[in-house]
């Protein structure tokens, strides 16, 4: 799925959440674009595998609550043209609002809170006609009972995107938000992931799930396209119809 231009050559790129499903689907993508990629996770086992599957990809490891870290990995590597925001960073409870306890809720804004440092740790780094890009989910502005948690997170992070769009002008700020995309996300189903997400995809208008390189390639359009900023980009296979 190679790009169609060399928009990206020679930029630099940072992926935070780099090493699984969409985060690693932008970081080789943008790789194979020209770009000059860093991708970063908190696990060391997915580093060293990541490491030797893509040699020419810049990966680190941090977690996106290690403030300090942040700092001196943006420090590393100097100017940057594009950041992305892809980790999960948070347990979620999917489970109703009134039967979670408010450490369970408010546990789900982790993921948020990984964000905000990662913006708040990058944009000095960050050059003017460069990009953030961080990911949402389709449960933002659509969601089942027992979504609460992961609605409110992808609320908030759109929410941020518009914020920093208008403060951080002319740097551009874009979401993604996914629908259900087979990553990493659900390696908790075990040996019965093929087939859940095989059921899930069969309610799906598009008679399946998501694969990570089809959001990546929403991201690689806002790094790349100079006139976008405060937008979000469904990638869901039309789940927000009704
Ligand atoms: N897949 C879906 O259906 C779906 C739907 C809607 C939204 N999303 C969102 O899409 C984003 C990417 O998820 P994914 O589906 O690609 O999941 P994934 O395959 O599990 O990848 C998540 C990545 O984030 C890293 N990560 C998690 N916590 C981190 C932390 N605290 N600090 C640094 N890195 C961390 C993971 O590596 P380590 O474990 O090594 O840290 C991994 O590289 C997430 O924000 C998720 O909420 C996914």
């Not at 300090?68 to 950041?83: E, N, Q, Y």
């Not at 440092?117 to 961080?134: D, E, M, W």
């Not at 990570?212 to 979000?232: D, H, R």
Request: charge should be negative.
């Amino acid at each position: 799925m190679a790009l169609l231009n060399d928009q990206l050559k020679d930029q630099i790129v940072v992926v935070i959440g780099g090493t699984s499903g969409i985060g690693l689907a932008t970081a080789v993508l943008a790789e194979e674009g020209g770009a000059n990629v860093w991708a970063a996770s908190r696990s060391a086992d997915k580093i060293a595998a990541c490491a030797a599957a893509h040699p020419a990809i810049h990966f680190e490891q941090l977690d996106t609550h290690d403030v300090a870290g942040l700092k001196a990995l943006f420090d590393k590597v100097g100017p940057v043209s594009h950041i992305v925001g892809a980790a999960t960073g948070a347990d979620r409870t999917m489970a109703p609002f009134m039967e979670q306890t408010d450490e369970q809720f408010r546990e789900a804004f982790n993921k948020f809170w990984g964000y905000t440092n990662v913006v708040r740790q990058g944009v000095p780094q960050l050059l003017a006609n460069g990009s953030i890009t961080l990911v949402s989910g389709t449960p933002a502005r659509k969601c089942n009972p027992g979504m609460s948690s992961v609605s409110c997170t992808g609320n908030a992070v759109e929410g941020l995107t518009r914020a920093l769009a208008l403060e951080l002008a002319p740097i551009r700020v874009n979401a993604v938000a996914p629908g259900i995309i087979d990553t990493g996300m659900f390696d908790r189903f075990g040996d019965k992931k093929a087939a859940a997400l095989e059921n899930m995809g069969k309610n799906m208008l598009l008679g399946r799930v998501g694969l990570a390189s089809e959001v990546a390639q929403a991201i690689i359009l806002l790094m790349g396209n100079p006139y976008m900023t405060g937008t979000t980009i469904d990638v869901d296979g039309g789940a927000l119809l009704p």
